[in-house]
């Protein structure tokens, strides 16, 4: 860390490696020497193209994508996924399954914090109504249901508590016995504001509960052991490229806005799988809601992601950030410093905790790596605002920034993202340490 930089623990945007400011900012005056700054280069210079096509075999490889799925490039950020996933695979239900009623078409969520519940709202806003989309919005766990004071997202449930719809994968109408798979199955994998998270270990009762949607072949009316291609969409955006991803290949779609672990905020990473990318116009010929154009898988993937203009620098530096991590060994080596940064953090709040100073938000097991919250507490036992003021003034005074809760819930939150060290890390341990100490007293 440069001397006059403090350390960036926000939420994002957030910390950048140091290395790849210092090389954007040349590049920001003369890209690859072509005497056009990366800012001003037209998106169509081979230069750039290249580039591009550069970053999506890097992701691929650090990912391991299989050839099945598309990597695009985007803007809109995770909100705008959370339209574009309603609108495209509501498109692709309808050529799958033209006769259904628009209620058959059930959009099921995993609802476990903040960035779920708007991922809900939004699907609720554009099904809805005369004019909605069509489609049944269903909500399959609440998570605040299995909280500590029964209403706030602190968890991730465990696997028997999905209500996933039992569905049939026979496309033969005289053969179901059961309704078709659901136009969408929705999991926020992080939650950046309530810092819970998937295990990444599947068997761990706070993973993602893929059994519950690949039933054993004995289930599955075509049997043949093939699975199913069931719709199922990730929401990535605060984890993408902090450690692999489980079963990638099994997601139908899987999305995050570049703006913490991977560059500048304006870029959005898609990897959809090829039949998700839809044919918009043909499933509107069948009733199925236009899909608006910087939103459709298929037009962006049939362009190599410059149908429109993208967000050059923000790729640009995302590419450098990619480069970066082969260079440090990939995605294994992050997996490692992560876990290891997190069971620093968490390990000294656990003992703030038993000190009777802090109180970790989250419930064991479903701790995020990414995004780790706490309350600092008084005498009485109960948070203190002042006390909690005094952390964050002490932090900023030893050059640590960012530490502020989310707005409307408050408390301390450090965000951990690839670009903080270990030693940032370490640096904020040791005042948490020394923090505890002094107020323990
Ligand atoms: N999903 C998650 C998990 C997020 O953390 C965020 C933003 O922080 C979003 C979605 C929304 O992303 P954006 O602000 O890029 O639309």
Partial sequence: MSQDRAVNFGAGPS??????????????????????????????????????????????KQLDVPPTHKIIFTQGGGTGQFSAVVYNLLARHRLLYPDLADDERRLEYVLTGNWSLKAVEEARRLCTGPRGVGGDVKVVVDARTFSKDGKSFDNIPPHAEYQ??????????????????????????????????????????????????????SDNEEGGGNQPLLPLVGDYSSSFMSRPIPRLADHAVIFAGAQKNLGPAGLTIVIVRQDCLVDAEAAAKLGAAPIPVT???????????????????????????????????????????????????????????????????????????????????????????????????????????SLKGYRSLGGIRASIYNAVTESDVERLVAYIEEFTQAEKE
């Fill in 15 to 60: 910390a950048l490696p140091l290395f790849a400011l210092q090389e954007a900012a040349t590049n920001l005056l003369n890209f690859q020497n072509t005497g056009i700054g990366i800012a001003e280069i037209s998106h169509r210079a081979k230069e750039f193209t290249g580039y591009l096509a550069e970053l999506e075999a890097r992701i691929r």
């Fill in 164 to 217: 996933f719809s039992p569905y049939t994968t026979s496309s033969l109408v005289h053969l179901r016995t059961r309704p078709p798979p659901p136009a969408l199955i929705y999991y926020c994998e992080n939650e950046t504001v309530h810092g819970v998270q998937f295990s990444e270990d599947l068997k761990s009762p706070q993973s993602f509960p893929f059994g519950l949607l690949f039933p054993p072949d």
């Fill in 295 to 401: 939103l459709a898988y298929k037009t962006i993937a049939d362009s190599n992601s410059v149908y429109n203009t993208p967000s050059v620098f923000a790729i640009y530096v995302a590419g450098l950030v990619v480069e970066n991590i082969e260079k440090e060994g990939g995605l294994a080596h992050y997996e490692q410093v992560n876990r290891r940064k997190k069971e620093k953090l968490y390990g000294v709040l656990k003992e703030g905790e038993e000190a009777g100073v802090l109180r970790r938000k989250v419930q064991e097991g479903s701790e995020s790596w990414m995004n780790v919250v706490w309350e600092v507490l008084g005498q009485d036992g109960l948070v203190s605002k002042e006390l909690e003021q005094k952390f964050l003034d002490g932090a900023t005074q030893r050059g640590m920034l």
